[in-house]
Structures are given as structure tokens and as C-alpha cells.
């Protein structure tokens, strides 16, 4: 009986700090999920600032049409071109990111887009990802 007694003291010393434990986790859990959506905020935030500055009228990624969504492009690459020198690594990712959406948006219109706008939004992809290996190479 001593046994049994002991058993269940230990078991239930053992469930009350696991509650314990288990409760901070939770706060903290919590904690580090609210931080993660204020920094997710703050970035998506930052993003579509850049969006506007880097798109200018092609700004509106889910207003572009098959149309004109190699003109957005463009735009990006000359903003990218224009500002290159300037930018550190963050900046990039947020570039990378606004690259990102436009990606997004391509493969939605992908049955829409001419065999000439594949192509030319292909080079214009791969002349922004050199631009930003540039900058990785002179840093």
C-alpha cells in the first residue's frame, strides 16, 4: 500500500509540474507567435511599400493581366537597376519578395501569356537575380 501511495505522490508531483511546464510553454508559445505576427506585419508592411515604389502603376500585383504583366517586369528590373548600388542584403529580400508575387501572378495567367512574353519575363528574371548576385559578389 506504502507503494501505491508513493506511486501516485510521484505521479502526481510529476503531472502538476508537467501542468506547470506545460502552461509556461503556452505563455511563451504564445509570446513568440504574437512577435512572429507583429514582425510579419512589419515585413508585409515593408514589402508592399516596396511593392509601390519598385512597381510604380503595376503596383496592384492582382490587378495585372497577361497584358501587362511584362511591363511590370520591366519596371522592377529598372527600379532594381536604378537602386542596386544602394541596397544591403534586407532590401534584396524584400525585392526578392515583391519578384515573388509577380512570379505568383505569372504562373496564374500562365495559359494567357504569348510564347514572347515567356520569354522576354525569363530574361528579365534572370537578369534580376544577377543584378542581386552582383551585390552579393561585391560585398
Known amino acids: 500500500m506504502k507503494m501505491k501511495s508513493k506511486f501516485l505522490g510521484i505521479t502526481a508531483l510529476a503531472l502538476a509540474c508537467g501542468i506547470t511546464f506545460s502552461g509556461e510553454v503556452s505563455a511563451q508559445t504564445?509570446?513568440?507567435?504574437?512577435?512572429?505576427?507583429?514582425?510579419?506585419?512589419?515585413?508585409?508592411?515593408?514589402?508592399?511599400?516596396?511593392?509601390?515604389?519598385?512597381?510604380?502603376?503595376?503596383?496592384?500585383?492582382?490587378?495585372?493581366?497577361?497584358?501587362n504583366l511584362r511591363q511590370a517586369y520591366i519596371t522592377l528590373l529598372e527600379s532594381a537597376r536604378a537602386k542596386q548600388n544602394?541596397?544591403?542584403?534586407?532590401?534584396?529580400?524584400?525585392?526578392?519578395?515583391?519578384?515573388?508575387k509577380l512570379d505568383a501572378k505569372k504562373n496564374s495567367l500562365n495559359k494567357q501569356l504569348g510564347a514572347d512574353d515567356k520569354a522576354k519575363i525569363k530574361v528579365l528574371q534572370g537578369e534580376l537575380r544577377a543584378l542581386e548576385g552582383k551585390g552579393d559578389i561585391e560585398d
Do not use: I, P
Open 30 to 67: 504564445a509570446t513568440s507567435k504574437k512577435a512572429a505576427v507583429a514582425q510579419q506585419d512589419t515585413t508585409s508592411n515593408s514589402v508592399t511599400q516596396w511593392q509601390q515604389e519598385l512597381l510604380g502603376q503595376y503596383a496592384n500585383v492582382n490587378a495585372l493581366t497577361a497584358t
Open 86 to 100: 544602394e541596397w544591403n542584403d534586407q532590401e534584396w529580400k524584400k525585392v526578392q519578395a515583391v519578384m515573388n
